[in-house]
């Protein structure tokens, strides 16, 4: 039987896939075999010192005090309930290093996302869905947002200047002292070497495999375009 | 020929305890006090009233020095320091420093009581503003107020409506390296709450606490009373920051007991600053060659049932020199060090002519 205690909301009531008991403390057993998992969580003198500091707590039901009190009480079954949605909340700015016993929840939080995207979770594909375009460019160019994205459609609250920097993009872009930020496709300019370095890397570290399990489309997409520039190079991967 | 004298380095709560125990037992005392008044860091300080029961400060440590001077076999010596130290167990020779000059004299045990400092809540990672916001203060400069019975916002001379203590500042924190509870924080921080409260009976007091340890007898001395007769505020979360908003300060932590985020303005922001080695405990450890533990504090290796001994023989300490400690632990363990001490003695002296 599932001990359930009063802050834990049951799957069926919170709206979120149940999974076996065994399953959920795979999942936790995972989380704290991480090699950083040691150097994270020391333990909690429930101070509210990381609540205070995070912004995010300000704006969600979301508590980095929370975050570490669940995976200090080994609570499985609260773990789990907060790999649905309290991980995908945090913007992992880390103020809550501030913890005067040492302790990162943030970078619990990293190793819980890690744990969630390399078990394909639901929650991990429905909270990557929206960066796809940023996963997209990230991986195929090396640069994050570039200045073609910021529409004003896609971002309606940046003011009535966007209209005329998207117009005359390249112009502004131009305009800037450094020439590697002359671009409009990338962030800044990527060196045809540092690109194909940047394949490699993603192909032999796995961080490429990872995409599979959360966005197969994404996936194929990327496989093809850097099998494709590396084949250019006359490497075969 | 073993040495007949006791050497108290240091004329606070516990020194003073040691020394006249001492020199209660008929055993020439030298008590060397640094500064040059008796009483230690609650008169350097200014401490209005003693924690628990808030008895005005000044006249019980007078009175503790008297006890010390009336001695026929206790020699005083204010505005001296020990600068050198040699010889054996029952035989040291301890060099003194004073506006006189120099001197050398001879003693067979040695008592440290060199105490504590408050934490300096400007250092590393503290983030309360006490170098920046004139109305952010520390326990000690709240005590000075309350000796004059007037508490007041620095910035402006008026007092304040709102006043909150931030706990454990310089204390738990693994950042500093300060891992261990400096024991009296909450008491003191209590004991002010209630003295702010019955001076200024229309403002609102807040503690905001990680844990309150008010132990023991405190309890109902301290904690009871301030929340039942004097209204003051716990709150169990600890402030994140403090920002000036308009002429007030805003501090901003999480009420976890609550669940929610709070920010709440505040006329008077009150650090419950910890205790650490004072210069002197640090200068005198190295000096004397006694081991210190990873704090700077003097080890008592013979804890917890011999609690006052040293790493180094015919040497030994008492009060806040080995670590956090409340006046009735100071002045207890300065009693035990002048009985060990004494006992050393009288077995040398023993030894030496047998």
């Avoid at chain 1, 991480?34 to 995010?56: H, K, N, T």
């Avoid at chain 2, 380095?9 to 020194?15: A, E, L, M, N, Q």
């Avoid at chain 2, 204010?78 to 001879?106: K, N, Y």
């Amino acid at each position: 039987m599932t001990e359930t205690l009063a802050h834990y909301k049951a799957p069926v009531v919170a709206g979120y896939p149940d999974v076996p008991l065994a399953e959920k403390q795979r999942l936790f057993d995972e989380i704290r075999g991480d090699i950083r998992f040691a150097d994270y969580l020391y333990g909690c003198y429930e101070c509210g010192i990381c609540v205070a500091a995070c912004p995010s707590a300000r704006f969600y039901d979301f508590s980095p005090r929370r975050i570490a009190q669940a995976a200090a009480r080994e609570d499985v079954e609260l773990v789990y309930q907060q790999m649905q949605e309290d991980i995908w909340e945090c913007s992992q700015c880390f103020s809550c290093l501030r913890c005067p016993r040492g302790n990162n929840p943030g970078g619990i939080i990293t190793i819980m996302r890690e744990v969630a995207v390399n078990n394909g979770m639901a929650s991990a594909r429905e909270a990557l869905a929206g960066y796809s375009r940023i996963i997209y460019k990230i991986m195929s160019t090396g640069t994050q947002v570039s200045p073609d994205m910021l529409q004003p459609d896609a971002f309606p609250d940046w003011g009535p200047e966007t209209g005329d920097v998207s117009t005359h993009l390249d112009l502004w872009r131009r305009a800037l002292p450094s020439e590697t930020l002359h671009t409009t496709s990338t962030g800044w300019a990527v060196d045809d070497k540092t690109l194909v370095e940047l394949y490699l890397i993603w192909f032999h570290t796995g961080a490429l495999d990872v995409i599979k399990d959360v966005d197969r489309g994404l996936h194929a997409i990327l496989q093809e375009v850097m099998e494709e520039r590396l084949e250019e190079e006359g490497i075969q991967i | 020929m073993a040495s007949d004298a006791v050497l108290v380095i240091g004329g606070g709560p516990s020194g003073l305890r040691a020394a006249h125990g001492v020199a209660q037992l008929g055993i020439r005392t030298i008590l060397v006090e640094k500064r040059e008044f008796l009483g230690g860091t609650p008169i350097a300080e200014n401490y209005a009233g003693l924690t628990p029961r808030g008895e005005p400060a000044e006249p019980q440590l007078r009175h503790m020095a008297e006890l010390v001077s009336q001695e026929p076999t206790a020699d005083v010596r204010l505005g001296t320091e020990l600068v050198a130290f040699d010889g054996e167990p029952g035989q040291f020779r301890a060099t003194l420093r004073s506006a006189a000059g120099e001197e050398t004299v001879e003693c067979g045990s040695v008592v440290v009581a060199t105490g504590f400092q408050h934490f300096d809540p400007g250092r590393e990672t503290q983030m309360y503003g006490y170098y920046e916001f004139p109305d952010v203060i520390a326990l000690q400069d709240l005590e000075s107020m309350l000796k004059d019975h007037t508490v007041v916002r620095p910035s402006n001379g008026q007092p304040p409506e709102r006043v909150c203590f931030i706990q454990c500042v310089g204390s738990r924190d693994r950042h500093i390296g300060n891992e261990y509870c400096s024991k009296v924080c909450c008491g003191v921080a209590s004991k002010e709450a209630i003295e702010v409260r019955q001076l200024l009976p229309n403002s609102k007091v807040y503690i905001f606490y990680i844990d309150m340890r008010m132990y023991g007898y405190w309890e109902s001395q301290i904690y009871w009373p301030a929340q039942e007769q004097h209204h003051v505020q716990y709150v169990k979360g600890i402030i994140t920051e403090v920002l000036p908003r308009g002429d007030r300060l805003l501090v901003r932590g999480e009420d976890t007991t609550m669940g929610r985020p709070m920010e709440l303005a505040m006329d008077l922001v009150v650090l419950s600053v910890g205790m650490e080695p004072s210069m002197g405990t640090r200068t005198m450890a190295k000096l004397l060659g006694v081991a210190q533990n990873k704090y700077g504090f003097i080890d008592a290796v013979g804890s917890p049932l011999d609690p006052v001994v040293t790493s180094r023989e015919g040497i030994f300490a008492c009060g806040a020199a080995l670590g956090p400690a409340d006046l009735e632990d100071s002045v207890s363990s300065g009693a035990n060090a002048a009985m060990k001490a004494a006992a050393f003695l009288r077995t040398r002296a023993g030894a030496v002519s047998a």
